[in-house]
């Protein structure tokens, strides 16, 4: 085993402060990273608060992490060392179930390992996140960054990005297709510009007037106010796709009429009950509704590859570790357009207790 320094806490609501934890030795299929950078994300909040009751301390977050592979075990044939690598919310899985093999790891029915606040799957050890200086992570679940790519946003890819990216794959989104997005955050930023490289017609729905030009710099061609009676009527059976990113619970019946024939809602931000869903908005158009999780390794590279190829980054504010309870209360706040990103080189001005 070896020690570094991380940032975490050690019981809810607690500032993220430095500390030691230990990284397992190599296994004959594991990559050592030493971390780059590492994103900020909503679920990094969540879990330090224990918002859902299940977080484990000491914890350290992170789980959208950039760096370079510092050694490898002797089983490894995928990466190198000084590679350009990436880990994301997902660390291990049974890799037996039927959606590990068809490479959908988020799914694995014995429940995957995540990056932090996670179990490891043979010794039972506490898994820690990217709020550290070096992790290591087996082989199959370590990506490769393109050299295309700047590592330095190269990131929120692996959470908001892949969260988004899955469900557009998914319903085959692409030229031609009517889109609209619901929220324009880390995840609904994400989705537009996704979207919009795709070819697709993209909406942006909101209730804030002042996104409108934000919406469309980032390529959106229209903003749909949500609030406005006449402008939501006006677009009634109009999409075939919405992606919903709003976090928390809300209505979604208004946003179902806006679907065409066969159009599908996808649900991709409340992780909590929603107001009651009108059954005849779903019978008439043959409309669906349907929730998406992250994305398998197969689909992370995809989005890495496609993003170096089309120039599609996330827009970040890089912060120092010295300031992440800063950021964390912007965040609260949502004063970032539209993720944080920790410059994982002020590690080295950290005194640990």
Same mark, same amino acid.
Request: aromatic content about 6%.
């Given at each position: 085993?070896?020690?570094?320094?991380?940032?975490?806490?050690?019981?809810?609501?607690?500032?993220?402060?430095?500390?030691?934890?230990?990284?397992?030795?190599?296994?004959?299929?594991?990559?050592?990273?030493?971390?780059?950078?590492?994103?900020?994300?909503?679920?990094?909040?969540?879990?330090?608060?224990?918002?859902?009751?299940?977080?484990?301390?000491?914890?350290?977050?992170?789980?959208?992490?950039?760096?370079?592979?510092?050694?490898? +075990?002797?089983?490894?044939?995928?990466?190198?060392?000084?590679?350009?690598?990436?880990?994301?919310?997902?660390?291990?899985?049974?890799?037996?179930?039927?959606?590990?093999?068809?490479?959908?790891?988020?799914?694995?029915?014995?429940?995957?390992?995540?990056?932090?606040?996670?179990?490891?799957?043979?010794?039972?050890?506490?898994?820690?996140?990217?709020?550290?200086?070096?992790?290591?992570?087996?082989?199959?679940?370590?990506?490769?960054?393109?050299?295309?790519?700047?590592?330095?946003?190269?990131?929120?890819?692996?959470?908001?990005?892949?969260?988004?990216?899955?469900?557009?794959?998914?319903?085959?989104?692409?030229?031609?297709?009517?889109?609209?997005?619901?929220?324009?955050?880390?995840?609904?930023?994400?989705?537009?510009?996704?979207?919009?490289?795709?070819?697709?017609?993209?909406?942006?729905?909101?209730?804030?007037? +002042? /996104?409108?030009?934000?919406?469309?710099?980032?390529?959106?061609?229209?903003?749909?106010?949500?609030?406005?009676?006449?402008?939501?009527?006006?677009?009634?059976?109009?999409?075939?796709?919405?992606?919903?990113?709003?976090?928390?619970?809300?209505?979604?019946?208004?946003?179902?009429?806006?679907?065409?024939?066969?159009?599908?809602?996808?649900?991709?931000?409340?992780?909590?009950?929603?107001?009651?869903?009108?059954?005849?908005?779903?019978?008439?158009?043959?409309?669906?509704?349907?929730?998406?999780?992250?994305?398998?390794?197969?689909?992370?590279?995809?989005?890495?590859?496609?993003?170096?190829?089309?120039?599609?980054?996330?827009?970040?504010?890089?912060?120092?570790?010295?300031?992440?309870?800063?950021?964390?209360?912007?965040?609260?706040?949502?004063?970032? /357009?539209?993720?944080?990103?920790?410059?994982?080189?002020?590690?080295?001005?950290?005194?640990?207790?």
């Amino acid at each position: 085993m070896t020690q570094c320094t991380a940032f975490g806490v050690c019981e809810a609501h607690a500032e993220l402060a430095p500390m030691r934890i230990e990284r397992r030795a190599l296994r004959a299929d594991d990559v050592a990273i030493e971390i780059a950078y590492c994103g900020i994300c909503h679920t990094d909040a969540h879990y330090l608060h224990n918002d859902w009751g299940s977080s484990k301390y000491p914890l350290v977050p992170g789980h959208e992490i950039v760096g370079h592979v510092t050694a490898i +075990g002797d089983a490894v044939t995928r990466h190198k060392v000084g590679d350009r690598v990436a880990v994301g919310c997902l660390v291990d899985s049974c890799q037996h179930c039927a959606p590990c093999e068809e490479g959908e790891e988020q799914n694995c029915i014995a429940g995957p390992t995540p990056t932090y606040n996670g179990r490891d799957r043979q010794s039972g050890e506490p898994t820690h996140g990217g709020y550290s200086e070096h992790i290591v992570v087996r082989e199959k679940f370590v990506l490769r960054v393109p050299e295309a790519l700047d590592m330095r946003y190269a990131g929120p890819l692996l959470c908001a990005g892949i969260t988004v990216w899955t469900p557009l794959r998914r319903y085959g989104i692409g030229k031609g297709s009517k889109v609209a997005v619901v929220g324009l955050g880390g995840l609904g930023h994400m989705a537009v510009k996704l979207a919009s490289a795709l070819g697709a017609e993209v909406t942006v729905i909101t209730s804030s007037p +002042g /996104k409108a030009d934000d919406a469309r710099a980032l390529g959106a061609r229209h903003v749909l106010l949500s609030n406005d009676p006449a402008s939501m009527k006006a677009r009634f059976s109009h999409f075939d796709f919405i992606l919903d990113t709003i976090p928390t619970r809300h209505d979604v019946n208004p946003y179902l009429m806006l679907l065409g024939r066969d159009g599908v809602l996808v649900l991709v931000g409340a992780l909590e009950s929603l107001e009651p869903i009108h059954g005849a908005l779903l019978m008439v158009n043959n409309r669906s509704i349907a929730g998406s999780l992250m994305g398998g390794l197969s689909a992370t590279q995809e989005l890495l590859d496609f993003c170096a190829d089309h120039e599609v980054l996330p827009e970040c504010e890089m912060v120092g570790v010295h300031d992440i309870n800063k950021a964390f209360a912007r965040m609260k706040a949502n004063d970032v /357009k539209y993720r944080f990103v920790i410059d994982m080189s002020s590690m080295k001005d950290v005194n640990t207790p």
